[in-house]
């Protein structure tokens, strides 16, 4: 069964950062693509980017190219996501989510259950 | 690339026929996905391709459309459907998502 298991919530300064972790179990993400998108208190939701763990490239979504950095460790099977200079408008929940099926073809096929980013003084 | 959804809430009762729509600023090549996020919890992915059901999903829900226009379809909702439902494009390597429809009972 595959799962991903996102790091606890996290309560951030305004102008500080915070590194989220997703650990996935039960699929090689080397054979994916991992995403991180975003969901504001009573929103909808925002792809932020994808990194292919593989060989690290990554995209991101314009808004959000100087405020998140994708990475991701194969050894540990876990893909990380770094938020920067932290405002009042980060606060969102962030989950990760999986490509599946051959090739990849799948887009978003498993979720994580989503880390909650406060960000107060 | 913009995705519009529409209604952004609605009402059925259970058993009826129930369609959700999306249009996409741009032809999208059928790369076209819908969830289904229900309180508290992550979203689910429904349909991908614009109308292949992922497995495990049950066969009521379906998806059609082409271009820029697209649809899910509830063939007989159950209580279990409410939730918001989400659309969203991956075409030319951009993922957009639309701003979602609420599904409550009548």
């Known amino acids: 069964e595959v799962q991903l298991q996102q790091s606890g919530a996290e309560l951030g300064k305004p102008g500080t950062s915070v590194k989220l972790s997703c650990k996935v179990s039960?699929?090689?993400?080397?054979?994916?693509?991992m995403h991180w998108v975003n969901q504001r208190p009573g929103k909808g939701l925002e792809w932020i980017g994808r990194?292919?763990?593989?060989?690290?490239?990554?995209i991101y979504a314009e808004k959000f190219k100087s405020k998140a950095t994708l990475t991701a460790d194969t050894s540990s099977n876990t893909a990380y996501m770094q938020l920067s200079q932290l405002k009042s408008d980060d606060t969102a929940i962030y989950f990760c989510?999986?490509?599946?099926?051959?090739?990849?073809?799948?887009?978003?096929?498993?979720w994580g259950q989503g880390t909650l980013v406060t960000v107060s003084s | 690339i913009q995705m519009t959804q529409s209604p952004s809430l609605l009402s059925a009762s259970v058993g009826d026929r129930v369609t959700l729509s999306c249009k996409a600023g741009?032809?999208?090549?059928?790369?076209l996905a819908w969830y289904q996020q229900k309180l508290g919890e992550a979203p689910k992915l429904l349909i991908y391709?614009?109308?292949s059901l992922q497995t495990g999903i049950p066969s009521r829900f379906s998806g059609s459309g082409s271009g820029t226009d697209y649809t899910l379809t509830i063939s007989s909702l159950q209580p279990e459907d409410v939730a918001t439902y989400f659309c969203?494009?991956?075409?030319?390597?951009?993922?957009?998502f639309g701003g979602g429809t609420k599904l409550e009972l009548k």
């Open positions: 989510a999986m490509d599946g099926g051959i090739l990849r073809i799948i887009p978003f096929a498993y």
């Open positions: 039960g699929y090689n993400i080397r054979s994916t693509y």
């Open positions: 990194i292919d763990p593989a060989n690290g490239n990554t």
């Open positions: 741009q032809n999208i090549n059928n790369y």
């Open positions: 391709n614009a109308n």
């Open positions: 969203q494009q991956y075409n030319s390597w951009t993922w957009t």
